[in-house]
């Protein structure tokens, strides 16, 4: 079954993927593969087949349970996941799905990696990255046959070596280089700097934007990166400028201090699919207001996003980077904008959120969610609960097996989301399922809303004849008090649920709180 619905998944955009089926362990096939999916009854044990799999590769194990339940600590570790038999078919085919996401998004960012090296390569201009205390950690070619020197033979190095100064060149202030950096990491922004450094070839002249590295948290700055363009023999500085232009692998645009466009790179007219004598001379703002959704956000990297409507139909989520360019006065003359696509992030990060706040099955807002949304949403506002459990749910599954208990599960979660569409709706797990309400209502209308629901239930599920026995009882919670646990009324409501449960079925119970 595995095979045949991992057969039945079609490729993606740009990935590819083929299915090989394998009776016993083939060492070359498994170290070709990104995806293992492997039965345990042929007792090949997880920690045996990871020792032939790609570093990075998926091994997932499925068997019975009395083979799942006997693996040793090192066969669970080795094992991305552990299937137990009987398996859904559908659950099969979405975590296939889901592997084959991961296994392109690694990919994806691999080949985008190799991509900015390359380009990092091929960039005509000088450009290195430095560590705080001044150490090289990365030189591209142009830089390496500036100094005349291979690129091994530079990383690790301090300024002295790379340049062939003295240290005694450096107290008599010939390392410009560390004052430029040394400003980029106190304004912790790009700034632009022309540069006299001394080599072994003599005093070359540099034009130079430098940037921070800031680390993941945000606000620690790791060292500096730098592009840096010879000028020491180059008398049309507007050649220099296009130059850097035409090798940036992001959109770039370029505007003087009276708002008016006057340079674009190759890649702006790819992302923005315009010709660059269509938005020279034009007003940026007005061009900005026109390709841009109104409503913009600040990433968590401190950098402007937004929305931007193509030509084509489609839309792009762009980072936009905003740099001031100085005279050799330090006067604003114009400034750098840098727009870097995003789309494909923002998108794979809300699937990963979606994926992680709701049941795969009926499509509610799951357990680990509703404490969140109690969190941000709650204040000071009452919160009202509906513990809703299925009766004789465990017998459909029993009699009419697991297809028709997804199916009892999802007509369930229809009913009510139709029944209470304004409200918090969240299967818990198995047959339990939850409604929150917050701010001021009655105990009177969340009984008469529950008893509507009870019957419309028992209406749709009557039509079926596997489903007719099914009914759910409810327990019923409230609180005014802003202070109370969520997990007290949750219990409350459990209790009150109990006591349907207690009295028949197919009811609803509230909780009445008893004098302390």
Known sequence: MVGEVAGSIQPMEHFSHSLAVRDMPDPGTIRESGLIIWNLDTGELPSELRLHCKKDAVLVVCGERQWTDRLAACDLEAADEVWTRP???EQVRVRIKRFLEVIKLRRD??????YLDTAIGSIPDMLGCKSLGGTHVKFNKACCSVVGREREDVTGRGHCYIWGVSPDDLENGEDSCKESEDAVIRARRTLQFTEEVKCSQGMRQLRTYKSPIIDMDGTTILGTVG?????????????????LLQSMPYAILLWNNKGMIVNVNAKFE???QTLKEQVLGEDYYKWRAGTFEEQHTINSEGYLEARAALRDGTEKML????????????HVVGKLCIFRDVTTER?????????SNTDFLTGLYNRRYFYQYIHDHRWNRAVSLMYIDLDRFKGVNDTYGHKVGDAVLSRTAVLLTECFP???????GGDEFLVARLGDC????????????LDRMTSAFQESDQMCTVSASIGIAQSNRPDLDVDVLLQRSDLALYEAKRKGRSRYCVYQEKDE
């Open 87 to 89: 398996l859904i078919r």
């Open 109 to 114: 960012l691999y080949m985008t990696q190799s």
């Open 227 to 243: 592009i840096g363009h010879d000028v020491t023999d180059l008398g049309n500085m507007s050649t220099e400028i296009e130059i």
């Open 270 to 272: 790819e992302y923005f």
């Open 319 to 330: 980072e936009i980077h905003e740099n001031s360019i100085y005279d050799i006065f330090h």
């Open 347 to 355: 998108d794979l990060e809300r699937q990963i959120l979606k994926s």
């Open 422 to 428: 304004n409200d918090f709706v969240a299967r818990l």
């Open 442 to 453: 009655t105990v009177e209308r969340l009984e008469l809303e529950a008893g509507g629901f």
